[in-house]
């Protein structure tokens, strides 16, 4: 299957970008907030609560930063306009962390503040390990004078559970995931079974020290973990939610949402969704084997 998903992704690289949309389009609203303002309400029509993305990061020009931060403050706003269910997960290479530490601070302060305002959160998006630090320092800066904000750990890196214990003492807000960025052997664990074991060694962690958490994975065997960790320790309802990307594994999705358990699907949108497409697909080919699927499911 590894095989099969990697040549997958190799011919989607020699696609034209139309027909790359055709792979892309079930996991992106679209290119317009309009889009993703309708991908939400039909999750939230399905007692489904969302977190939305301006994709794009890593940007150039404090231009390009300011310009950002202005649309992330759009989307605050149209999501209390229309009553979604919904917060915003940013990324703080969006927002000008590569050009300057403190520029994105105020940059981030700004989009914090009006999501107070709105009575809304904002999830700072976590990206490659040459960033976890300054990531780490931004979101502990934030956090202390605001209370809407969270961030997010990836359970192969093999600093995370020492970042755990770090960060939990705060009553912190997570999202905690695998992670999808490819690292060096160094930093992170390459076995899919450790990555697993070190995902549950942290969700228990956290679940039990009295943190928020967003259990943020498509895979059944640490859903099946994380229910008994609920189960076992009597893990109230209101200190976790399930978090999906948008169109994948919509079964246990609605699953999950049967079940009783609060479930918060990531809706991108933008027109850097190109981009944030294939970066998935490069980084995560067994994503390629959910994408080649919808090829057959155009209704």
Not at 183 to 195: Q, R, T, Y
Not at 229 to 255: H, N
Request: hydrophobic share 40%.
């Amino acid at each position: 299957m590894k095989a099969f998903n990697n040549m997958i992704v190799s011919l989607v690289n020699l696609m034209p970008k139309k027909l790359v949309h055709v792979f892309a389009k079930k996991y992106i609203a679209g290119e317009r907030l309009e889009d993703g303002v309708n991908t939400v309400r039909e999750l939230n029509e399905r007692g489904i609560c969302a977190t939305m993305d301006v994709l794009g990061e890593s940007v150039n020009s404090k231009e390009e930063a300011i310009r950002a931060k202005n649309e992330c403050i759009k989307v605050l706003y149209t999501i209390q306009l229309n009553n979604l269910d919904s917060n915003l997960s940013v990324k703080p290479t969006q927002l000008g962390l590569l050009i300057d530490e403190d520029f994105c601070y105020e940059q981030f302060k700004e989009v914090v503040e009006v999501a107070s305002k709105y009575k809304n959160s904002i999830r700072i998006d976590m990206e490659d390990s040459s960033v976890t630090d300054k990531i780490i320092a931004l979101y502990i800066r934030l956090k202390k004078d605001y209370t809407n904000v969270g961030i997010v750990l990836q359970s192969y890196l093999k600093r995370t559970i020492d970042d755990v214990k770090k960060l939990m003492m705060d009553g912190s807000n997570f999202r905690l995931c695998k992670g999808i960025y490819v690292e060096p052997e160094k930093i992170a664990f390459k076995d899919s079974e450790l990555v697993r074991e070190k995902y549950l060694e942290a969700l228990k962690l956290l679940l039990t020290n009295g943190n928020y958490v967003g259990i943020a994975t498509h895979d059944d065997l640490l859903i099946d973990g994380a229910y008994e960790i609920i189960k076992d320790k009597s893990i109230a309802k209101d200190k976790y939610e399930f978090q999906m990307l948008c169109g994948v594994k919509e079964g246990l999705r609605d699953k999950i949402n049967a079940d009783g358990h609060k479930i918060r699907v990531y809706v991108p949108y933008g027109e850097h969704w190109y981009a944030y497409s294939m970066r998935r697909l490069k980084e995560n080919p067994r994503v390629a084997w959910y994408i080649t699927k919808s090829l057959f499911t155009f209704n």
